[in-house]
């Protein structure tokens, strides 16, 4: 029987939470001054980092005009504009309107915007000038670029189409300052416009737009403090300012400059949110297991989430990945393989981009998986050339993470068996990105100690 691979399985959290997690959760600082931005740049790990399962450069889609998985432009009427803007109705305290919406954003997370579309057709027909409706628009394009954050292709269309949510709310608020849908919906998407520069290191106008985000929270806690809407911006500033605080000695000595927070009053806060919000729901849900699992360490609650996500959402591939991710990095095996192989049994397009990022990234957690914890190294080649396969049918591949993770195993394994050639075949392609990844330095130094230059 061959003897367990060596080494150390890449990709395990280790020690106390990096700064640089906090990027990913940008909403949450934007009670930061400036002076903290610099050392945010400076230190941590990203929502760029965290959707594939190794650090590295993730795929762009094709080039086209119309967004993979997105809306095509024809179907999100735009917004009308009524010739007298205080007449808008408030949506937001119509238990009607409420329960269809909550049913509309489900299909929406499970990436089926016409079914969601579908369910508040009437509201819209009704109330076409109404802020939610250029909402929804911007947090369908969205998902293309979470999907694969590293893609910048589709940048210009999201800010664009946030932009104009902006716009629209603004023009509601000129008539009637208080009107709340309007300050909602302008505080959710300045939110995701945060938490969109963030993940592009922007750092001052994520800064920016959180602020102004919070600025509306507040405002609308004054009139209406049990929205639950609003719990998730502000569990987010309590959580966060009481963690920086507590567990950084820069925010510790600098605490006089910042707000009070409370880290059980900010969980609660979110427990909320992802208990009976309109719009942030699933995403009060995201945020929670990835706190509970990244930095109040109880991988239990945290997986409670992350898997509630996983079976609420079964077309969200997104959600998918990010579940199984989670268990390799806890060590739980068996039950990754089994996500894994559901996952790889879902019905999807095969030759969709969003198909072919999951396989490839499920591919490359079940090689390692046999490779460090079963010592099956057949198998483990097996599913190193599945990802390689899936990773070299998109575009551009050659700094794709799992690619050169897969390019470098698949060496591994060649100078186990003492196929030296063939190693230094995929050692080399591994080596030859100019980019700043683990797995090129390993490729690099398997080259020079294998003396295969």
Request: aromatic letters at 12%; proline letters at 7%; one cysteine or more.
């Amino acid at each position: 029987m061959c003897c367990r691979a060596a080494g150390k399985p890449p990709g395990k959290s280790q020690g106390k939470p990096l700064l640089k997690s906090l990027p990913a959760l940008v909403p949450a600082l934007i009670t930061l001054t400036l002076l903290f931005l610099p050392l945010l740049a400076a230190s941590g790990y990203s929502e760029t980092a965290s959707t594939s399962t190794f650090p590295g450069a993730a795929p762009e889609y094709p080039a086209s005009s119309t967004v993979p998985g997105a809306a095509p432009e024809s179907m999100i009427p735009p917004a009308v504009q009524p010739a007298d803007l205080s007449t808008i109705p408030s949506l937001l305290m119509d238990d009607d309107f409420i329960r269809d919406a909550r049913a509309a954003i489900e299909y929406l997370y499970n990436r089926d915007l016409e079914a969601s579309l579908e369910k508040l057709s009437e509201w819209q027909r009704a109330y076409p000038e109404h802020p939610v409706w250029p909402l929804w628009r911007a947090l369908d394009v969205w998902w293309p670029i979470l999907i694969d954050l590293e893609n910048t292709t589709y940048d210009e269309r999201f800010l664009i189409e946030a932009e104009k949510v902006i716009d629209v709310c603004e023009a509601i608020l000129e008539s009637d300052s208080n009107h709340m849908d309007a300050l909602v919906v302008r505080s959710v998407i300045n939110g995701q416009i945060a938490r969109y520069y963030s993940n592009r290191y922007r750092w001052y106008r994520s800064f920016l737009h959180g602020r102004r985000a919070l600025r509306d929270f507040f405002r609308i806690e004054e009139e209406h403090p049990d929205l639950p809407d609003i719990q998730f911006g502000l569990g987010m500033y309590r959580y966060f300012t009481a963690f920086l605080v507590e567990e950084y000695a820069i925010a510790r000595t600098l605490s006089w400059m910042l707000p009070s927070g409370d880290r059980q009053e900010g969980l609660a806060r979110l427990a909320v949110a992802a208990d009976s919000s309109i719009f942030v729901e699933p995403e009060a849900t995201y945020f929670l297991g990835h706190i509970y699992l990244h930095f109040e360490k109880e991988p239990d609650k945290a997986l409670g989430y992350l898997r509630d996500l996983y079976h609420r959402y079964p077309d969200n591939s997104y959600y998918r990945r990010l579940y199984i991710r989670s268990l390799y990095r806890l060590n739980l095996s068996n039950e990754a393989l089994a996500a894994i192989h559901e996952s790889l049994d879902h019905p999807m397009d095969p030759e969709s981009h969003e198909s072919r990022t999951m396989r490839e990234d499920l591919f490359a957690i079940r090689g390692l998986i046999r490779y460090y914890h079963q010592a099956d190294f057949e198998g483990a080649r097996n599913d190193f050339l599945e990802a390689l396969a899936s990773a070299e049918k998109l575009t551009p591949f050659a700094e794709r993470s799992n690619l050169i993770l897969s390019l470098y195993y698949l060496g591994e394994l060649n100078i186990r068996e003492g196929n030296r050639d063939l190693a230094r075949v995929y050692y080399s392609r591994a080596a030859t990105p100019d980019i700043d990844h683990p797995f090129v330095k390993k490729a690099r130094e398997a080259l020079r100690i294998h003396r295969l230059n």
